[in-house]
Each structure stands twice: as structure tokens, then as C-alpha cells.
């Protein structure tokens, strides 16, 4: 089983990026699924999620800014990341919950997003 994200790097202040997850052995469908991240020296946050039901969530922080969405036909996560400042620098980790009947849960390795100013 893993999730793997994508999409991370060098982007000025005010760009943007889209992140992506793709989950291989296990499928998202009947799993909320959820961005994170951990900038330096600090801890790991919630950013975002999406439940089975497709209803969204957001830090105040990223609120407006950021787009979390899920495809379950083809077991993709997505963060697409507007407005970016350089506090949202981090390394940012999909997740996907334990699901519905309870499983394991899963985190991705990270993809690094760094903002210059």
C-alpha cells in the first residue's frame, strides 16, 4: 500500500501549484482523505480534507486560497494551492483515513512546496 504526492516545488508568492496523491493498493472511495503539512522546526498541520461525501474542509489559514478535491475512479487526491505565501513553505503529506469499515490509515512520504518572496 501507498500513497504517493506530487506536485511540490519552487513557486513565488502569489502563484500557484496543484498537488496530487495517487493511492496504489488500497482504494480511497470509502476513505475521507486529508492534506497536512510541516514547515521547519515546526508541526505537522492540517490543512485539508475531503470526506466520502465529497464535503471539504479547511484550515482559516489556506481558507479561500486552497481547493482539496478527490477523484475516486482513478484513487487521486488533489490540492490545487492559489495565492500561495511564503508561510504556507512546507513539507505537505497526504493522508487517507481508516474508512468505513475501519481499516488502516495511510500517509504519503511528503512533497516539499517552498515560496519565495
Known amino acids: 500500500v501507498q500513497l504517493q504526492a506530487s506536485g511540490g516545488g519552487l513557486v513565488q508568492a502569489g502563484g500557484s501549484l496543484r498537488l496530487s496523491c495517487a493511492a496504489f493498493?488500497?482504494?480511497?472511495?470509502?476513505?475521507?482523505m486529508a492534506w497536512y503539512r510541516q514547515a521547519p522546526g515546526k508541526g505537522r498541520e492540517l490543512v485539508a480534507t475531503?470526506?466520502?461525501?465529497?464535503?471539504?474542509n479547511y484550515a482559516d489559514s489556506v481558507k479561500d486560497r486552497f481547493t482539496i478535491s478527490r477523484d475516486n475512479a482513478i484513487n487521486m487526491a488533489y490540492l490545487q494551492m492559489n495565492n500561495v505565501k511564503p508561510e504556507d513553505t512546507g513539507v505537505y503529506f497526504c493522508?487517507?483515513?481508516?474508512?468505513?469499515?475501519?481499516?488502516?490509515?495511510?500517509w504519503g512520504q511528503g512533497t516539499q512546496v517552498t515560496v519565495s518572496s
Open positions: 493522508y487517507a483515513d481508516r474508512g468505513i469499515p475501519a481499516m488502516h490509515d495511510y
Open positions: 475531503v470526506t466520502r461525501e465529497s464535503t471539504t
Open positions: 493498493g488500497i482504494t480511497i472511495a470509502n476513505r475521507a
